[in-house]
Structures are given as structure tokens and as C-alpha cells.
């Protein structure tokens, strides 16, 4: 029996988890593990839409399991798994394939985005189909919410447009999804350019802080950050950078943005910035730390993927099952 309502989200093992993913999700999904029965899952199937050297792909893997036991998620209470050992993401995926439009994934902006260096002639069909999958990531757990940044706010669209048209043409199969979208931290912009998400593609480090970077890294990536013209730390559209960094500090502080503004009134940019730095580098010292501990233990990694995989499969079944008959393949 299920008695609590479910949780799911994903993150892709790509490299280089950093302060927009941990303020956009990572934190977000320890805040509802306790609440929620939830699902977090590495999803290393979409990390394949574009390519991907095999032992990297190995090692990112396991680097974010690590992460995410260091950040606070505990594998007693939340179930973590890895995508691609649990095959009913994929059966779902098409049996939601032969319901979604090719109109709906030609006007998603992430693939616009991310075919847009080689052309879309030359992206892979995975990248175009990409958000049909994460559909499936989500209905096959029935998940109530789902956390996430604000890039992701299409895609979960998507997901929900897919469940609706599924329930009206075979009967009530899915729950409709909801996405949880916090205001501060869903958008994280790249430290060297504010008006760039920050991102693990950044074309230059200096944009983005890693969880992994050294202590000392974190501080000159914070005091080499853009910042606006003017000196008054204060958030407003004319000055994104401050903006920014006012949000990041505000995500990791839980102080409100106008409460910091107050706080900095009659003091400058370098003032604000070296605080900030400190603020950083006390938030992820421990998460880095413990994920390079963790790390030492691989076995023990794979030992909790495998047995979330395993308590995900259950659910994954029994879901993929009635869906078979709803569609008449039982
Ligand atoms: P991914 O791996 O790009 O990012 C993981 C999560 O981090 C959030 N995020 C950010 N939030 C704030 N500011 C930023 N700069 C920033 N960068 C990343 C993302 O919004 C995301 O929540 N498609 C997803 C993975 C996925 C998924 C799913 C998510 C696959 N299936 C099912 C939820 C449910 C992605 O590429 O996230």
C-alpha cells in the first residue's frame, strides 16, 4: 500500500555537479525525503544523448552517488538507483513515444539549445526525444512532484501533457505531476556571465562553481565573479550579476535577499563578495569532503544503487504492467 505521496527526480551524471544543481535540486530533494516516498535517480541514459567516453561515464556514475549521500540524501529512506538498471524506463519510453507529437519535441527550447552548435540534422534522435524519456523517469513511479530548476519547467510540462492525453485516451493510468520550482536558486547564472545559466558545459571554469572545487578555488571564482556597474549591493534587473550572487547567498544562508541587501547597505562589492566566498566554501566543504571519503569506497557505492535499483524495479513493474493492459497488451 502506498501511503505516502511520491517524489522523483534526476540528475545527469555528466561531470562537474556545481551550485546551480545543488540549489535548483540537490537541496531541494533532501528538504522532501522525509515527507515524500522518493526517487532519485541518476539518469545516465539521457547523459548518452550526446557522447560520452565510456570510463568517465563509469566514474561521473559513482562520483554522483557519492554526491548525493554527501549532500544528505540517506539510501535508508530514499530510494537511489541508477536509470539504466531499471529497463522499464525505456519500455515506457516508447509506449509514451507512440502518444507524444513530433510537434511538442520540436518546440522544446532545451533541444533548440543544445543541437544548436552541430544543427539539428546532426543531433542524435535521442536528443530530440529526450523529454519523452524523462516523461517515463516520472510516470512510472506515479510521482506527485517533481523538483527541479527552472530549465526544466518544459520538460515537466511535457510530462503532464502525456499523462492527461494517456488518462483520457486509455482511463486513469498516471498522476499528473506537479513541479516544484523554488524562487530562489531555480536559477543559478554562470558567475563570468549572468545572463548564461550556470552550467557543467560552461566553455570557461571561472563560471561555474564545481561541489568538488578546492576551498581556494571557490574563493577566487567568487572574487573574479562579474559583477555591475555601480557599487551598491542590491538585486534589480539592471544588475543581474548582483542579482546572482544575491540569490546564491540567499540559497545557502536561508536569509532573504532583502535582508542581506540591508545587510551590505553602505559597504561595496568586495566587502559583499568576500563573505559570499566564505559563505560558499563553509556550504560545500563538507559535501566535498565527504564525497572524496565515500569515493575511497566504491563497493559500497554500487551496493546502494543496486539495492535502490532493485526496490525501484518493484514499483517500475507493476506500473509498466498496468499500463500493458490499459493498451491492450496483456
Ligand atoms: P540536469 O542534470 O541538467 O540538472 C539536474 C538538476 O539541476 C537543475 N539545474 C539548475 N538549477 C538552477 N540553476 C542552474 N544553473 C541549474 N542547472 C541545473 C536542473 O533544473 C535539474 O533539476 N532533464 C534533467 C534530468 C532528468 C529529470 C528526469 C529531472 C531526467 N529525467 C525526471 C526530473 C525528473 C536534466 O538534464 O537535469
Redesign the pocket.
Known amino acids: 500500500m502506498q501511503t505516502k505521496q511520491r517524489v ?5 551524471p ?1 561531470g562537474a555537479s ?1 551550485l ?2 545543488y ?3 540537490l537541496k531541494n530533494w533532501v528538504a522532501v525525503q522525509e515527507e515524500y516516498e522518493s526517487y532519485f ?1 541518476i ?1 545516465d541514459l ?1 547523459a548518452l544523448t550526446v557522447p560520452q567516453d565510456p570510463k568517465v561515464l563509469r566514474a561521473n556514475v559513482r562520483e554522483m552517488a557519492a554526491i548525493f549521500i554527501a549532500v544528505g540524501l540517506d539510501p535508508e529512506r530514499s530510494i537511489i538507483f541508477r536509470q539504466s538498471r531499471v529497463a522499464e524506463h525505456t519500455e515506457l519510453g516508447w509506449l509514451l513515444n507512440c502518444i507524444a507529437r513530433v510537434g511538442e519535441l520540436s518546440r522544446m527550447t532545451q533541444f533548440k539549445d543544445k543541437s544548436q552548435k552541430g544543427g539539428a540534422e546532426s543531433a542524435s534522435v535521442a536528443l530530440y526525444d ?1 523529454p519523452v ?2 516523461a517515463a ?2 510516470l512510472l513511479y506515479n510521482a506527485h512532484l ?7 519547467r518544459q ?1 515537466l510540462e511535457l510530462s503532464r501533457t502525456l499523462a492527461r492525453r494517456f488518462n483520457s485516451l486509455y482511463g486513469e493510468t498516471f498522476v499528473v505531476p506537479e513541479p516544484m520550482i523554488l524562487e530562489t ?5 554562470a558567475l563570468d556571465d549572468p545572463t548564461r ?3 557543467k558545459s560552461s566553455p570557461t571554469p571561472g563560471g561555474y562553481v564545481s561541489l568538488l572545487d578546492e576551498p581556494d578555488v571557490t574563493r577566487r571564482k567568487i572574487r573574479r565573479a562579474k559583477t555591475d556597474s555601480g557599487s551598491e549591493v542590491t538585486a534589480s534587473p539592471e544588475k543581474p550579476a548582483l542579482t546572482n550572487l544575491l540569490g546564491i547567498y540567499a540559497g545557502l544562508t536561508v536569509q532573504s535577499v532583502s535582508g542581506i541587501e540591508d545587510q551590505y547597505q553602505g559597504k561595496g562589492y568586495g566587502d559583499f563578495k568576500k563573505d559570499l566566498a566564505e559563505v560558499v566554501v563553509e556550504s560545500l566543504s563538507p559535501i566535498r569532503e565527504r564525497t572524496l571519503e565515500l569515493l575511497d569506497d566504491p563497493r559500497e557505492l554500487d551496493g546502494i544503487l543496486e539495492a535502490g535499483a532493485e526496490k525501484a524495479r518493484e514499483v517500475a513493474r507493476s506500473t509498466l504492467h498496468h499500463t500493458w493492459a490499459r493498451m491492450g497488451l496483456d
Do not use: N, W
Request: charged share 15%; net charge negative.
Open positions: 522523483f527526480s534526476g540528475i545527469q555528466s556545481h546551480g544543481t540549489l535548483g535540486a535517480c539518469v539521457h529526450y524519456l524523462q523517469d516520472i517533481v523538483p527541479v530548476g527552472e530549465d526544466q520538460h536558486g531555480a536559477r543559478v547564472m545559466k550556470m552550467s
